[in-house]
């Protein structure tokens, strides 16, 4: 073993810039670091030949999950290396130097030739040489909702600055804790997920080492429980070599979709000898592995992936209850929050599980698009009381045709693959099949996919209610006046549908292109936001999505609640009490578009002592258009997209008022706020670009009162409204 460890010693794994947060004053540094067999070495610079300090690594080490944090107004990720208080080499170096024998000085020695040679052959991926200059592309909401997301994302100002990687570390020891730790920062996730791949790799391979066990190189298995912080290139080779080893046979078929088993082989008898083994107990069983194929005859690769990356509403019809994703970490990986919906399976109710995922994704040469998707922990992703947290491991294969040079143009046909491995824990029946039936139904979503990308190719059924009433509403009327006198006329005419706000006149935009979304998708300021700038899970909405319209006019028309032909003018003519928050966006044109939003609110909640009272009084009953602007938000989230427009709209929250134009007018039974768009030449000039967009994009929007002060915190959300593929030749002429 000592061999072993020796030979270990003579290989660099991993080195680069880190950044180390020190273990007396809590400032980070940049440091240049190798990782080289069991020695973690730190120097001030790349080319300096004696190290700062050494860390050993040991084989009961720990490496933290990877989380997020904000150094100098500039996003990094952070890990965390754990020593137990026993282990005597897990000291400072700065403060206290690791003897380093004569052989170990004669490698640092060597160390300066290997490096300066590694360094001129680093690859662009970051993963060896100095100090590597990283352009950091900032997207900032700093306009209003422009057609081109859907009438909600705002005009992209994208700055362009360098950032560069760096890092150092040093060990902690808090007072009354029971081990040291070293925490360390880089600057992308990927980056930091390739360093806690090859610190464990050598952790476990000390370990091995000193047990005389044979080190196995990371192996292929599809689900293993080793994904965890695995680089994304390293795992993606895994699965594909992994599915060429795999062989597959046919299970079952579910409402007329063939799912397909895994094969697995068992391995020969190689005779070993039971009298010198030491009896280990059998392995846990694994959880059942199943693949489903899907053709998509009409839709090419780039579409399908489209689809499955933002997986829009009308992709959750079946056991996919709700989906958002929770933090993008860079172009090719983001984590998510996937709600399964409950199910009985006889006798039983089975609750609903969860499951909070890292996906990564790969676009190959061949026109082909991978998607893996592992199981994670993520400090925004609690659990939830009634819903228990299931892990899944899976992939997306999308494959384009063989003979792609017979299409002049993309494939517009491709192959859907899903192979999922999941474990729903919680309570269930081992016997039965009710794993595997749950495991059956969570493939079938591909189903839904498949319908949802084929109902685009087909136009939206829309009644002309003034087409049929004009042509065909005298012999409508005479047919509804002869089954009413036939089935008691009198009874019959009392089940009408009441007018009302919601329904009168009926909506202009089709139902399937608006509705209301989760309020808890939505991130805003919490109790303690002064101290911490800790945001929080929004809780429900105030006021209640009644209806959305869109107008095509012939200008701005402001206080478009007022017009005769406007629905809160009706419903007030009616007699209604119904008070109504209006958020009108005034696109300009021509043609000009008029997308108006109508909450129902009660007035008693602005009234009250509340940390929204104290907002909300001021802003709705008060003339100072200052404090309004600089109090009314919008929280846009693009959930269907283009990944430039997701990249740059993220979930930044912007004042409006600080950047467009924004009219407030109070009526007897309304509040209405307008948007105008125009009101900026730069927002101007974006629209046009950004209309024909507004059809493949699904965006949420959140309004709420921005709270400064403690008595003003936490916010709440007043209202939201989803957009999903708006099509401006739907838009009623005013």
Known sequence: SCGRIMELEQTIHKEGWLRKKGSRVNLWSERYFVLRGPCLFYFMKSTDTEPKGIFMLQPVCKVSEIRSDINKKRKQFLFRITWPLEDEHADDAAAKTTEIDEKQKQNIKERKKMHLSAKRNKDLDGYSGGKVAAMAVGGVVVGALTAGVGLVAGMVVVGIGAAASGGAAAITQN??????????????????????????????????????????????????????????????????????????????????????????????????????????????????????????????????????????????????????????????????????????????????????????????????????????????????????????????????????????????????????????????????????????????????????????????????????????????????????????????????????????????????????????????????????????????????????????????????????????????????????????????????????????GDKKLIEEDTPFGRVAHPFFNGNDEDFRNNRFKLIPKVVDGNMMVKMAVKDTPTLLGNKLKQYYYKGDNYFELDVDVGSSSVARNVVGLAMGYSKAIVVDMGFCLQGNDEDELPEVLMGASTVCHLDFTTAKKF
């Not at 069983?285 to 489903?292: A, C, Q």
């Not at 082909?368 to 819903?387: A, F, K, N, Q, T």
């Not at 109902?455 to 829309?462: G, K, L, N, P, Y």
Request: hydrophobic fraction near 35%; proline fraction near 8%.
């Open 175 to 600: 007072k009354g804790e029971k081990e040291k730790y070293l925490t360390l920062a880089c600057d992308t996730y990927g980056d930091a997920e390739r360093w806690i791949h090859a610190i464990e790799n050598q952790i476990k391979e000390i370990g091995d080492a000193l047990l005389d066990f044979p080190y196995n190189q990371p192996g292929c298995d599809f689900g293993s429980e080793n994904v965890r912080n695995v680089p994304p290139e390293l795992r993606l080779e895994s699965i594909q070599k992994w599915l060429q080893q795999s062989r597959w046979k046919l299970k079952c078929c579910r409402n007329g979709v063939r799912l397909y088993e895994n094969d697995v082989i068992e391995p020969e008898s190689k005779g070993i000898d039971v009298s010198s083994t030491t009896v280990i107990s059998p392995p846990e069983p694994v959880p059942e592995l199943l693949r489903v194929n899907i053709p998509m005859p009409h839709s090419s690769p780039a579409e399908v992936f489209t689809t499955v990356m933002n997986m829009p509403p009308c992709c959750r019809t079946g056991v996919i209850k709700n989906y958002r994703i929770v933090e993008s970490l860079d172009n090719q990986t983001d984590i998510i929050y996937m709600e399964l919906d409950g199910m009985y399976m006889s006798p039983t109710y089975v609750y609903p599980r969860d499951l909070v995922l890292v996906r990564y994704w790969k676009h190959n040469a061949d026109g082909s698009y991978v998607i893996c998707l592992d199981s994670v922990e993520h400090r925004d992703c609690d659990l939830v009381p009634g819903v228990v947290r299931g892990l899944l491991h899976g992939v997306y294969l999308i494959a384009p045709p063989k003979d792609v040079e017979k299409y002049d143009d993309t494939p517009a046909e491709s192959l859907l693959t899903f192979i999922g491995q999941y474990d729903p824990r919680g309570w269930i029946w081992e016997q039965g099949g009710y794993k595997s039936f749950m495991l059956e139904t969570f493939l079938l979503h591909v189903v839904d996919i498949r319908d949802a990308i084929d109902a685009e190719r087909f136009t939206q059924i829309q009644f002309d209610v003034e087409y049929e009433k004009s042509v065909g509403g005298a012999a409508s009327n005479a047919l509804t006046g002869q089954l009413a006198e036939g089935e008691g006329g009198k009874d019959n005419a009392e089940t009408e549908i009441p007018k009302c706000m919601r329904n009168t006149p009926p909506p202009t935009i089709p139902s399937e292109m608006w509705g209301e979304p989760d309020a808890s998708t939505f991130r805003i300021r919490g109790k303690t936001y002064v101290q911490d700038k800790v945001k929080e899970t929004s809780g429900p909405a105030l006021f209640k999505l009644l209806a959305c319209d869109l107008y095509e006019t012939q200008g701005n028309i402001r206080n478009i609640a007022s017009h005769p032909k406007n629905r809160v003018f009706q419903a007030l003519q009616r007699g209604e009490d119904t008070w109504v928050f209006v958020v009108q966006i005034m696109v300009p044109g021509p043609p000009f578009y008029s997308y108006c939003a109508y909450f129902e």
